[in-house]
């Protein structure tokens, strides 16, 4: 059973930049599946932030692109996302998601319990 | 973007119920439509992918359909546990995009 478990500040400031991790457990991050972050204000709806390969390759969400970093570390089987230039309307609660991708097939089927990130003075 | 629109954005049943809720895509998508459903305070989990596949675990009482721009999730007998809020999403181009959700209240 795959579990992901995100991980960071709770609390960054504006125009700062929001640093998250994502630890995978139960399975290999060096396996054929797009490690994913989508985030959620609070009472609000799902936002897809984007998605990383094993391989380092990336898509962003053309809406935050310009502000989205993410990485991944094989040898700790976990992925990052950074996000720059933050302000209030970034607060949010951010998951971590694996992709799961076979012929036709592309959902988000595994989800950390997602961490809430507070942008504020 | 592909532009998803759900309704009703509630709805208040009761146990036992059949309940539809629906989800329109702003252009047509085939059948790359997963459905979600989220609990407070908790993840979304996965309910349906392209349009009317159950994942393993998801019981039969939910059921997807449709293709192109409008779907539909379906389920047959509300039970006290299916009281969330159901979210649905386009896996046709990028970015995934998600509908605003439909949440389900217990009447």
């Known amino acids: 059973q795959v579990q992901l478990q995100e991980s960071g500040p709770g609390l960054v400031k504006p125009s700062g930049t929001l640093s998250l991790t994502c630890a995978v457990s139960?399975?290999?991050?060096?396996?054929?599946?797009?490690w994913t972050w989508v985030r959620q204000p609070p009472g609000k709806g799902l936002e897809w932030i984007g998605e990383?390969?094993?391989?380092?390759?990336?898509h962003y969400n053309p809406s935050l692109k310009s502000r989205v970093t993410m990485s991944v570390d094989k040898s700790k089987n976990q992925f990052s996302l950074k996000l720059s230039s933050v302000t209030a309307a970034d607060t949010a609660v951010f998951y971590c998601?694996?992709?799961?991708?076979?012929?036709?097939?592309?959902?988000?089927?595994?989800w950390g319990q997602g961490t809430l990130v507070t942008v504020s003075s | 973007d592909i532009q998803m629109t759900q309704s009703p954005s509630s709805l208040s049943a009761t146990v036992g119920d059949r309940v539809t809720l629906t989800c329109r895509a702003s252009?047509?998508?085939?059948?790359?439509l997963n459905w979600y459903q989220q609990k407070p305070g908790k993840a979304p989990k996965l309910l349906i992918y392209?349009?009317?596949s159950l994942p393993s675990g998801v019981p039969s009482r939910f059921s997807g359909s449709g293709s192109g721009t409008d779907f539909t999730l379906t389920i047959s007998s509300l039970q006290p546990e299916d009281f969330a809020t159901y979210y649905c999403?386009?896996?046709?181009?990028?970015?995934?995009?998600f509908g605003q959700g439909t949440k389900v209240e217990i009447k």
């Open positions: 998601a694996r992709g799961f991708t076979s012929g036709s097939e592309y959902y988000f089927d595994y």
């Open positions: 990383i390969y094993q391989s380092g390759s990336t």
């Open positions: 999403q386009q896996s046709h181009s990028s970015p995934p995009t």
């Open positions: 252009q047509s998508i085939g059948r790359y």
């Open positions: 139960g399975g290999s991050i060096d396996s054929s599946h797009w």
């Open positions: 392209l349009a009317s």
